[in-house]
């Protein structure tokens, strides 16, 4: 996306993000890639909100601007504006809902930074890259699912199409995924098993 998102769609996205009952005891957090942007890293550290690498040791300083962050965000908070009004439909990162303390959650989310293929060579797994994770989810088996969401209760990203909001979740081990159109705000769900 070339320009800011027009405020009306941002607003549908924020909205979105944050459900009329927010005392559900989950906190949203976003991984943002600092690859996709030069502009992200800078973001996040001026943002006041709580945030970590989630690389671990020193890295270098062009690392340092390209790595994956771990960042809890506040309602109302001028960092998730200009983060959804910048960064939406580039592919800056994903959104997850989670009710568990943000260090915890970080030792979750490493433990995906690197897979390995079929001959055990290591490969880095960029599963915060919303082009990747709308991808991977669905092929999922539920000992997968449960491996990737652990304490996460739900994912949300946005689609090829960045009128779309996808949201993923897991019911009965099952993956549940929901498309949600930002123009109209209506929703379709399928339960297929599966700054600047």
Known sequence: MNEAMPYAHAEKVLSTLWPTHPDDGTQ?????????????????VRSECEFECLYTGELAPDLVRAAPYLVKLERDHAFIDALVRNGWGDSWGIFLRASIPFKQLR????????????????MYFRYYDPRVLR?????????????????ALCFMLEDEDPDVLLRFSIASGSLQSQAIRMAEQTYAGSSAGFGR
Do not use: W
């Not at 949203?28 to 996040?44: E, F, H, K, W």
């Not at 989310?109 to 290591?122: A, E, G, N, Q, W």
């Open 28 to 44: 949203l957090y976003a991984v943002l890639d600092g690859a996709r942007n030069d502009g992200i890293y800078p973001s996040v």
């Open 135 to 151: 991808t991977f989810l669905p092929t999922c088996d539920k000992e997968q699912l449960a491996m990737m969401f652990g304490p």
């Open 107 to 122: 030792r979750h989310l490493r433990t995906f930074l690197m897979v390995y293929d079929p001959t055990i060579k290591p």
